[in-house]
């Protein structure tokens, strides 16, 4: 029970996967205009991460490491995740036209998201087992989710407010993001 | 089995990744049928922010065409009736920036007009009432034709099909009960001294 | 008795001493009387008078018009001199319909008489009453009195509050009215509570700067069930959300009414003219005004007829218009600046401020908002002000809603604080006002889209029926040909089509030589040459009145007719051609 509550400290905040370790910065400053489509979208990579996490360490065990192909992993894994993406997309255009249509491109774009390859080989790097494996690709989901939340209010507040014109724009997000990685770095040597 | 298929690499290669990739294509040709979309709601959710006045200013005969354009990504800026306000609408709708309104389509009218028929003039041709897209006119075959003006959308296709040219566009009196607030002036970046200096 | 603290809210200077030094006054009377048809919230009323026609105190001059409505009287007797457009006080500076009265100075009140006995007489009898009397809500809303009471009536109350507050600085009008009215009020109060079937609970809701009103109340309410309430003084405290919460601790939920949790409120004001309605049979023809401000010699209050002229009120004050910084109608807070002092006094007027230089000083420029947050620790309903200023200047009208601006009351309290001197009451108000704007059009624009489909469908069957008779026309001219071929032999001359698929049947059998032919051709052709003859002389005739479109015509037509002679000549050789060889009878 520790464990998992280690995992999930420790891949939210702690080695967070966007502000700590820098990957899945894509969406992250591409789908934080607005707040309803920045819960969409973190709704949707969570899905993604932790269905990735499962079946990518499901085709490490059955069919990688017994066949001695280690060496296929990014290739076999990046087969999962594209079609975990498509089934993503495919739901998400039945359930909601709408989060489909303000999601865009970003939608098949969740599967060159750094995070979610990162995820499947860090945990096949790592000699995880089942649950574990499935745990860090939900705390990544959920790390991706707090802080693409957190960027897509203060941008909405940001786009309200006076800002001086050399900093509009990608500018004002950039040094946001900047100083909200400063603030996470806080959380280093927790566990 | 696997022992000896991992004895032969390539082949064990060869067969992980097409049975992998057969596999998922086999779920995800399900999952196609399973989750089919017909039609596209996006676009009665465009239309609902479209003014309807039905008057083709954007080029399309009519707001649905028009919607359906947008749909497949088409400018958003191209409704004068509508004004700033709807492409503001439809931009945070689509979650894409909000462009001015494109002068090409007509310009953006300040105050409501209604039309008005002189009926002196009128000779009961009913070109005008075919041409009203709302059924906003009444009349018959040589009869009076006369505009209701609460239905009145303002589009004005019913001007050019006129053929003595009775019909005025008036603009829609304001009053007391329609009034609202007007903005007050913002906060320019200006000193405090400067902007007093403007009072 | 417990209160509770409503949250937020500021303290600015009370200046209510000035027009409290003297009893209430009545002014002379003025020249012209101005009375707006619509002093409430609803549809104006309808004149009922002409222009000249002598009217008496107290007199119906304008008619309710329907239930959202309340009738305006005479204030004095005297003539109508007009009914036409008047500037009115409103922030506008629009006209609205009104009729001008000039005084006879004989104030001959018209016959009238109250209810003898109201705690006998039906709630009914009661409502209609004060529905005649003209009364709306005389706190500043202005919403018409019966309809409250009579929604209240169909609810069940339990508490009646009666709103004794007036927390904005500088007005006075229901103090000074409570000091030397207590008796009668009190009454009215029992009138109310007769129509609202005896509440358990009746409330007056009193700030403790007014302690000589709590006093003046005291004895008239010992064993009558009411309670008077005195709470610690705060802006705003007056508004009907804000006391409901100080005095019962229950809030209203956001939309929704007092009466939706059994609770009614009414100003003390309108629960005098309520007793003067109902027991002394007097419409609303005047109310207590308090005139103030250091531009004013006087500071007093008046009993004011309505539809006195500000510039009355200011002349009998002795009023320094180069010393007053703007006219308000109302209090520092609520009121509004008039643009003229020509706008007459409705039955909401409770206040006419002629502040000097010193006290209301020139408006300073708006600077940005630093952020500081004093304008949340100051709003009366927990909003966030700041938050609002911000998305109502990036007319972001979605966040504005869902940061619940149409519950900002328009207090002014963040205003008040603002160190940069924003004012953010007229924002929240252009917002408010653009956001119903917007609603009105998707009204409207779905209206039409409504009309739009069904002109489409409309057009679409016209479009069917037409096909479907053309089709069953088409079907039933050929079932006629076949059965006319059938019957030939057995049919009586029937309809035309058979007749004329008899004339087509006979000549296709008839068999015609070819020197018959030949003279058939021939014929024609002799008819053709003399029409082609005929428009040639046509356009021989020298007219000069002729256009050159008729001469075009004319030109046309003899083309034509020479097209025709050529066909048939052409035919008359074709035959030949053919029969060339064929032996001629």
């Known amino acids: 029970m520790q464990e998992f509550a280690v995992i999930l400290v420790s891949s939210i905040l702690i080695n967070n996967y966007v502000l700590v370790q820098f990957l899945g910065l894509c969406p992250f400053m591409g789908v934080s205009t607005k707040l309803e489509s920045a819960i969409g979208m973190s709704a949707a990579t969570t899905f993604v991460l932790t269905l990735t996490a499962m079946v990518s360490y499901i085709v490490d065990v059955l069919v990688l490491m017994p066949l001695g192909l280690i060496y296929l992993r990014t290739i076999a894994f990046i087969l999962v995740i594209a ?52 745990l860090y690709g939900f705390g990544a989901g959920a790390g991706f989710s707090l802080v693409l939340i957190f960027f897509s209010a203060m941008r909405e507040r940001l786009a309200a407010a006076d800002i001086p014109a050399p900093f509009e724009g990608a500018a004002i997000a950039m040094i946001t993001a900047g100083l909200m990685s400063l603030a996470f770095m806080g959380f280093s040597g927790l566990v | 089995m696997l022992e000896t298929i991992a004895q032969q690499p390539i082949l064990a290669a060869l067969i992980a990744l097409v049975g992998l990739g057969t596999l998922f294509g086999g779920l995800l040709g399900f999952a196609a049928e ?41 400018a958003i800026n191209k409704c004068p009736p509508g004004g700033q306000a709807t492409i503001n609408a439809i931009a945070n709708l689509l979650d894409v920036p909000a462009p001015e309104l494109d002068a090409e389509h007509g310009e953006e009218a300040d105050v409501r007009t209604v039309a008005f028929i002189r009926e002196d003039e009128c000779i009961g041709c009913t070109k005008c009432i075919q041409a009203c897209p709302v059924d906003a006119i009444l009349g018959a075959a040589k009869l009076m034709h ?17 053929p003595v040219d009775c019909i005025d566009m008036l603009p829609v009196k304001e009053t007391i009960k329609d009034w609202h607030w007007p903005a007050p002036p913002t906060t320019a970046d200006l000193i405090a001294s400067d902007r007093r200096a403007q009072l | 008795m417990k209160t509770w603290v409503t949250p937020g809210g500021v303290h600015p200077p009370e200046n209510k001493h000035q027009s409290l030094t003297m009893p209430i006054g009545t002014l002379p009377l003025p020249e012209k009387l101005i009375i707006p048809l619509s002093q409430h919230i609803g549809v104006p009323a309808n004149p009922c008078v002409q222009i000249g026609e002598t009217v008496l105190k107290g007199q119906k001059i304008a008619e309710a018009s329907g239930p959202l409505s309340v009738p305006m009287h005479a204030p004095t007797s005297g003539t109508v001199s007009a009914i ?31 209810i003898d006995d109201f705690q006998h007489a039906s709630s009914s009898a009661l409502l209609k009453t004060i529905s005649e009397a003209g009364i709306a809500g005389m706190g500043g809303a202005g919403f018409p009195t019966a309809v409250k009471l009579n929604a209240g009536h169909q609810r069940p109350i339990n508490t009646l509050i009666v709103n004794a507050t007036e927390c904005e600085p500088y007005i006075t009008a229901d103090d000074s009215a409570i000091r030397e009215r207590a008796q009668e009020i009190v009454q009215g109060i029992s009138i109310l509570s007769h129509i609202l079937s005896n509440p358990s609970t009746i409330l007056i809701g009193i700030e403790d700067n007014k302690p000589e009103a709590i006093a003046a109340l005291k004895p008239h309410v010992e064993d009558t069930g009411i309670q008077v309430v005195s709470f610690p003084t705060k802006y705003p405290s007056g508004g009907e959300k804000q006391l409901v919460y100080i005095l019962t601790g229950q809030e209203i939920p956001s939309g929704k ?30 109310r207590v005004t308090t005139m103030t401000g250091d531009a004013c010699g006087i500071n007093r209050n008046y009993e004011t007829l309505i539809g006195t002229p500000v510039s009355h009120m200011l002349a009998n004050s002795a009023f320094d218009e180069k010393a007053c ?50 304008c949340a620790e100051a709003c009366p309903v927990s909003l966030l002000p700041q938050q609002l200023f911000w998305y109502s200047q990036a007319k972001d009208y979605e966040r504005l809603e869902a940061h619940n601006l149409f519950d900002c009351i328009e207090c002014g309290a963040c205003s008040y604080v603002c160190p940069s001197n924003i004012p953010l009451v007229q924002h929240y108000r252009h917002s408010k006002g653009e956001i119903q704007k917007a609603r009105a059009e998707k009204i409207k624009s ?43 032999e057995t049919s009586a001359p029937g309809s035309a089509a058979d007749i004329i698929a008899a004339a087509q049947a006979r000549a ?11 003279a058939k051709f021939e014929r024609s052709i002799a008819g053709a040459e003399m029409r082609v003859s005929m428009a040639e002389e046509k356009l021989a005739e020298a007219d000069p009145n002729r256009t050159q479109e008729q001469e075009n015509i004319l030109h046309a037509a003899v083309e034509s007719a020479r097209q025709k002679l050529d066909q048939a000549r052409l035919r008359l050789a074709e035959h030949n051609k053919a029969h060339h060889g064929e032996q001629v009878d």
């Not at chain 3, 007092?258 to 609303?284: Q, W």
């Open chain 3, 508 to 518: 296709a059998a008839k068999k015609i030589s070819p020197e018959q032919q030949r």
């Open chain 3, 325 to 374: 910084s703007r006219l308000v109608m109302g209090g520092p807070m609520m009121g509004f600046s008039l643009t003229s002092a020509e706008v007459p006094i409705v039955k909401t007027t409770n206040c006419i401020l002629a502040p000097s230089f010193q006290e209301i000083p020139e408006d300073e420029p708006a600077q940005a908002c630093i952020r500081c947050g004093m």
């Open chain 2, 146 to 162: 006369t505009v209701i003006a609460d239905e009145c959308t303002g589009c004005d296709l019913c001007v050019e099909p006129c």
């Open chain 1, 83 to 134: 079609a975990v993406v498509q089934f993503t997309k495919m739901f998400i255009e039945k359930t909601s036209p709408l989060l489909y249509r303000v999601l865009g491109v970003f939608l098949p774009l969740i599967t060159t998201n750094c995070a979610v390859l990162g995820v499947a080989l860090q945990n096949a790097s790592k000699d995880l087992n089942f649950m574990q494996s499935s």
């Open chain 3, 446 to 488: 779905d209206h039409a889209r409504e009309r739009f489909e069904f002109h489409q469908q409309r057009i679409e069957q016209a479009e069917k029926d037409k096909e479907a008779k053309r089709t069953a026309r088409r079907e039933a001219a050929e079932k006629a040909k076949a059965t006319a071929a059938n019957n030939r």
């Open chain 3, 257 to 286: 009414l007092p009466a939706d949790i059994g609770m009614l409120c009414v100003n003390i004001g309108t629960t005098f003219a309520i007793k003067r309605a109902v027991v002394d049979g007097e419409p609303l023809i005047s």
């Open chain 2, 34 to 74: 399973k989750f089919k979309v017909e039609g596209d709601p996006i676009v009665e959710q465009i239309d609902e922010l479209l003014p309807q006045t039905q008057c083709g200013q954007c080029g399309f005969p009519g707001c649905k065409p028009y919607a359906e354009s947008i749909a497949n990504g088409d």
């Open chain 3, 84 to 114: 036409e457009h008047r500037p009115i006080a409103h922030s506008s500076g629009m006209l609205s319909p009104c009729i001008e009265i000039t005084p006879d100075g004989r104030e001959q009140w018209i016959e009238h008489r109250g």
